[in-house]
């Protein structure tokens, strides 16, 4: 089982460019998590997919992000316009989806977005 | 609102000590409740989680975690520190939708 997979895990980008940043949940898990880390907000939730429907988006900025989950085995989040306080880790977690428990969420090693 | 708070941002602990790291919640109901720890340059890792039953739950590596419901706090405990217990760990709660939502983060710094 080799985990939660992002990719790439180092992106610069000049301010005003678009950014994507991948995802490969773990196989078998049929909901995928979005957060955002930084020094000064910490870890932010930004969006959840279950079976590849959004389900939650409240974390997400209004403007310019955007995520999809296209088939079970990926998720995308895309940066619009990217600006420098876009600057952080973005964390992609997956778990097994189900409603009735405290389920484990595992984390990917991230993404580090740098907006020059 | 529901959360977890951090009250200490930095605890510095000497190798083979204990260690206790706090964690208030403030949540309506019984929550469920997590540490995660993050090493250097890596994703979150779970230590354990809270099901409502025995207060006391036993995680990964030696830690254990006591919930408190007259205190809401569930701390972060483990007798004996290792150098590579040097990270920042998390306290969160899980809503009722399945998302986790974090605490701002314990770095503990072990020093030799």
């Known amino acids: 089982n080799a985990g939660v997979i992002q990719t790439p895990r180092h992106k610069v980008t000049g301010k005003g460019q678009e950014a994507t940043l991948w995802c490969e949940p773990i196989s078998g898990h049929s909901a995928v998590f979005w957060y955002r880390q930084t020094i000064v907000q910490g870890l932010e939730f930004l969006t959840y997919?279950?079976?590849?429907?959004?389900?939650?988006d409240s974390g997400m900025p209004k403007e310019r992000f955007s995520a999809q989950m296209p088939n079970q085995s990926h998720s995308t989040l895309k940066i619009q316009s990217t600006q420098p306080q876009d600057s952080a880790v973005y964390l992609c977690?997956?778990?097994?989806?189900?409603?009735?428990?405290?389920?484990?969420?595992?984390f990917g090693s991230g993404t580090r977005l740098t907006v020059l | 609102a529901q959360s977890v708070t951090q009250p200490d941002a930095r605890v510095t602990v000497s190798e083979g000590a204990s260690l206790q790291l706090r964690c208030k919640y403030s949540?309506?109901?019984?929550?469920?409740l997590f540490w995660y720890v993050q090493y250097p340059r890596q994703g979150l890792q779970l230590l354990l989680k809270y099901y409502p039953g025995d207060p006391v739950v036993q995680g990964v590596n030696g830690f254990e975690a006591e919930f408190s419901k007259s205190n809401s706090s569930f701390h972060l405990r483990k007798a004996s520190v290792h150098w590579s217990d040097w990270a920042v760990y998390f306290c969160a709660f899980m809503s009722n939708y399945n998302v986790l939502y974090f605490g701002s983060g314990t770095k503990l710094t072990v020093e030799p």
């Open positions: 949540y309506f109901g019984t929550p469920y």
């Open positions: 977690a997956s778990s097994l989806g189900r409603t009735t428990s405290a389920e484990t969420l595992y």
């Open positions: 997919f279950r079976n590849q429907a959004p389900i939650d």
